[in-house]
């Protein structure tokens, strides 16, 4: 288990990380994310020891770190895994797994558990990038860490093998029980491996929760347009719905502020916006975008307020055309003060 208290970190003057609060339980894999340069890899460096704490506390496997009381990064019990893969050049595969581990049976098990057997008396150089990754996740579970950090593992992968092998390490760590903070530009990678979503900004977490919530009720406008397509349909608070020139919506209608809006923006994403042929209906489509599976189209309602609906590939529909937008996602939706 790992419990970060208000951890903060600095580059001489500058602080790059600060009020850093979270706790992760057993097993548990929180993934990282946010805009370049908000202090992503800053807080693992911190975490793995090879930075300072310049506020608050940090504790892991009963050990209490701070900026008076500082743990070398070897006693730590961490196991780290890179995008460049850092493995030693001059070993081979077990011998990478098995560096300065004592006994022989985790390394066996991980080579068995990561599908790379076959590979054990293999060099570094001629392994693919996959095959390399494998080899650094087993090598850092080999040795039964309490926490395992994960900065940007899969960012020197192709798009295919990136899709396969962030399951193969989700499962890895889940069959390790290790709890583990996963870092990533990818929004999708993020939502789609983490247990939980911290989403960065300006070297503070702007919100942390399941991926689900993450994306339905993003804490502010920040994170909505940071984890995927938003657009914001204006509207008029009335109790639990919102009158919007798409009818009477639920919203997501809970805490202090919010209770008070009366002009509000609701969170739309692309696929909460159906589009039917319609003359005269109550918006044009702009543009569509060709995905493969899917079509992306730009509308205009007719009172100005620009969306996007993403269609089945099949969807005929064409720029130019008058359609009938409406929306059609089953959940209520963010509500945010109007601007
Ligand atoms: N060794 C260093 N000395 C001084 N400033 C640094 C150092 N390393 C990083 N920074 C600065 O600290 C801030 C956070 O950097 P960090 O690498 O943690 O961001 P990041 O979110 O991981 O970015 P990216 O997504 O681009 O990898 C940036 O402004 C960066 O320029």
Redesign the pocket.
Known sequence: MLTLRNMGVC??Q?S??SGLDLTLGDGEILTLV??????????L?AIAGLEPLSEGSLTLAGMQIDKHRFVVPEKRGIGMVFQDFALFPHLNVEQNIGFRVKRRQPVDYWLAVLGIETLRKAMPETLSGGQKQRVALARALAHSPSLVLLD?PLSNLDAALKDSLRYVIRDALKTANVPAIW?T?DQAEALSVGDRVGI?QA?RLAQIGTPEACFREPADRFVATFLGDAAFLPGRRCGETVQTVLGKLPVTAKDGPKESMECVDLLVRPDDIGLAPAAPGNACIDWMRYEGEQRLFGVTLDDGTVLKSRQNHECPLLAGERVAARIVARHPLAMFAAQ
């Open positions: 580059y001489g500058t790059v990380v946010g805009p370049t340069g908000c202090g992503k890899s800053t807080t460096r940007e870092v530009h960065m070297g």
